[in-house]
């Protein structure tokens, strides 16, 4: 028997089948299919994300404020790696300075439970111990 996926709406006294076509026309009027997009940790995904249409361009985050130190610290993340299991919490060049659970940059590092946020919490005390531990 072959398994077929679909997504099923839990919300149907709340949401029609067709979904909220108020909303849906709103993003259609603001927002188009990117034809690529490179996410976090996946790489690139073809028609996997929005942009802003050339019309609102000047709504653009990127054009309203500045970001090129925030563009420099989020590529040196490798949340990604760590995500996948690649690479470890230390391994990225922020992890522990820049980035940490009270200014988080990257995605491991935002939820208590991220990868990074609970290395930081517990990981460098049992890696401590654990290096006492071996001198002793």
Not at 111 to 119: D, F, L, M, P, R
Request: overall charge positive; charged content about 20%.
């Amino acid at each position: 028997m072959k398994v077929v996926p679909e997504v099923e709406n839990e919300f149907t006294r709340a949401v029609l089948p067709t979904g909220n076509i108020k909303a849906q026309l709103l993003v259609a009027e603001v927002f188009e299919l990117r034809r690529t997009f490179e996410w976090r940790g996946l790489g690139l995904v073809p028609y996997s994300a929005l942009k802003i249409k050339s019309c609102y361009a000047d709504l653009m985050p990127n054009n309203v404020f500045k970001f090129q130190q925030y563009l420099l610290l989020i590529t040196s993340l490798r949340c990604g790696a760590i995500l996948r299991g690649v690479k470890r919490p230390q391994d990225c060049k922020i992890f522990g300075t820049v980035c940490t659970p009270e200014n988080p940059i990257g995605s491991c590092m935002v939820s208590s439970e991220g990868a990074c946020a609970a290395h930081y919490s517990y990981g460098r005390f049992r890696e401590k111990n654990h290096a006492t531990m071996k001198e002793n």
